[in-house]
């Protein structure tokens, strides 16, 4: 859409909570996933110390042999049930499992990328507030008796339009100034920024 975004370093910081938060969510996931797991192992392990007891009651109890077979068929019935239904459990939970070891790892390689160059960019932008602190009002009150400016001034004067989102100033057409600011930056500042330069400074 031809439009300029700037990112400011409170949105980065909040970019880099947002994968935090995302890395925290992905361990919960595989926290519970584990957990469900483990249940399911559980209840196989119950089982089968069921049958064995199953087993040494029909030893015990030949009479009531029949009747016995017919509940360890249906005990079989259920317990086979569970024990495919738990492992399709586990082959979804291992499936997801690697997903999120993978997205696990790939949000750790962003965070450490990110902290790196965060870990640049701090002292850049406390150099930065530090320089600007220690700019004095009365340069700007100078900068405006300036008949004709630098290349450096000119410069700044057009990264402060962008940076503030002045209009495009119209081209310079005074010809003694002309060579020095042909895009009028320099001349807009004048008008629109020196004006009131401890405005300007806030």
Do not use: C, H, W
Request: proline share 4%; charged share 35%; net charge positive.
């Amino acid at each position: 859409m031809r439009r300029i975004n700037y990112v400011t370093p409170t949105s980065f910081l909040e970019l880099l909570n947002t994968y935090k938060k995302v890395l925290r969510e992905r361990k919960d996931y595989i926290g519970k996933a584990k957990f469900r797991l483990e249940k399911g192992l559980n209840v196989l392990a119950n089982a089968a110390v069921e049958v064995q007891k199953l087993q040494d009651d029909l030893t015990a109890k030949q009479p009531e042999l029949e009747k016995v077979l017919k509940e360890v068929a249906a005990t079989k019935i259920v317990i086979d049930k569970e024990n495919k239904d738990a492992q399709e459990v586990k082959k979804v939970v291992s499936v997801e499992e690697a997903e999120a070891s993978e997205q696990a790892a790939e949000v750790k390689k962003i965070k450490d990328s990110a902290d790196a160059d965060l870990a640049v960019a701090l002292p850049a932008l406390d150099n930065a507030v530090k320089k600007v602190r220690e700019i004095d009002v009365k340069d700007f009150y100078e900068l405006r008796t300036v008949g004709k400016p630098s290349p450096s001034i000119v410069k700044m004067f057009e990264v402060v339009s962008y940076m503030l989102k002045l209009s495009k100033p119209k081209k310079n057409t005074d010809e003694k100034s002309k060579e020095a600011d042909p895009d009028g930056f320099f001349i807009q500042a004048k008008k629109e920024l020196l004006v009131n330069p401890k405005d300007f400074l806030r």
